[in-house]
């Protein structure tokens, strides 16, 4: 099993910036990716970022050149740097994790963080 708890979400002004952070505890040696998801009022969870143990890293196009995502190993805590918010990044933010063992895939959430943009 892996535990995910963030935290960093807020409410910002349009052009802001959040961190939002991501521990993970638990199973976590085989863990092989961790990211970011946001569910918007109404809308599908969308993925926003993600890194794979490698460093590979995967934004949707939405928030390229604004978001960075980053780890820290030592402290298995995964990080999203929120710049240039815009009010249609309103959403509920989640850490997800993915593990592999013995070939079968398990996925873990968080809990969530809200992040408001608004003036």
């Known amino acids: 099993q892996v535990q995910l708890v963030e935290s960093g979400g807020g409410l910002v002004q349009p052009g802001g910036s959040l961190r939002l952070s991501c521990a993970a505890s638990?199973?976590?040696?085989?863990?092989?990716?961790m990211g970011w998801y946001r569910q918007a009022p109404g809308k599908e969870r969308e993925l926003v970022a993600a890194?794979?143990?490698?460093?590979?890293?995967n934004y949707a196009d939405s928030v390229k050149g604004r978001f960075t995502i980053s780890r820290d190993n030592a402290k298995n805590t995964v990080f999203l740097q929120m710049n240039s918010l815009k009010p249609e990044d309103t959403a509920v933010y989640y850490c997800?994790?993915?593990?592999?063992?013995?070939?079968?895939?398990?996925?873990?959430w968080g809990q969530g963080t809200q992040v408001t943009v608004s003036s």
């Open positions: 997800n994790a993915d593990r592999v063992v013995a070939a079968v895939e398990y996925t873990y």
């Open positions: 890194i794979t143990t490698g460093g590979s890293t």
């Open positions: 638990g199973s976590i040696l085989s863990i092989v990716a």
